[in-house]
């Protein structure tokens, strides 16, 4: 096997085991073998959308941070802090070079497995709730 595929099946495998812990804690938090099959099925739903809509969240500041929507905020962190250091004043650099700087040192990362893996325990999720409405649910 290639040494780039097996890098991207370990990523998905670490993205899939903390969703799947993810819901696992919801379950265990809702005490899931104690309820009927109605709750049990709203149980399922809340562990796999928390799990999915976290991560697909995650991937979207990801990409936000990455195209650097989050830069002004580090510059103004990092004034805020030069300013109570004694002579750190004296590195104050304009803000069009500090973001310059920056969107040069970026490396670009494919994070698509956490949003990929995000999506599908959303989509696993949104079934779940499906399958309560349809059978569960009394007006």
Not at 29 to 48: H, R
Not at 62 to 72: D, Q, R, T
Request: hydrophobic share 55%; net charge positive.
């Amino acid at each position: 096997m290639k040494q780039e595929t097996k890098a991207t099946l370990i990523k998905y495998a670490v993205c899939f085991g903390i969703e799947a812990l993810i819901a696992f804690l919801v379950i265990w938090s809702k005490g899931f073998f104690t309820q009927s099959t109605a709750v049990n099925i709203q149980i399922l739903s809340d562990a796999f959308f928390v799990s999915g809509i976290l991560m697909t969240l995650f991937a979207g500041l990801l990409y936000v941070s990455s195209e650097g929507a989050l830069i002004g905020i580090g510059f103004v962190l990092r004034n805020v802090v030069l300013a109570f250091i004694p002579m750190g004043r004296a590195r104050h650099e304009r803000y069009a070079d500090y973001r310059e700087r920056k969107l040069s040192e970026a490396k670009q990362r494919n994070d698509r497995c956490i949003l990929i893996t995000g999506l599908f325990f959303l989509i696993i999720g949104i079934i779940f709730t499906v399958i309560w409405y349809v059978k569960f649910y009394n007006v």
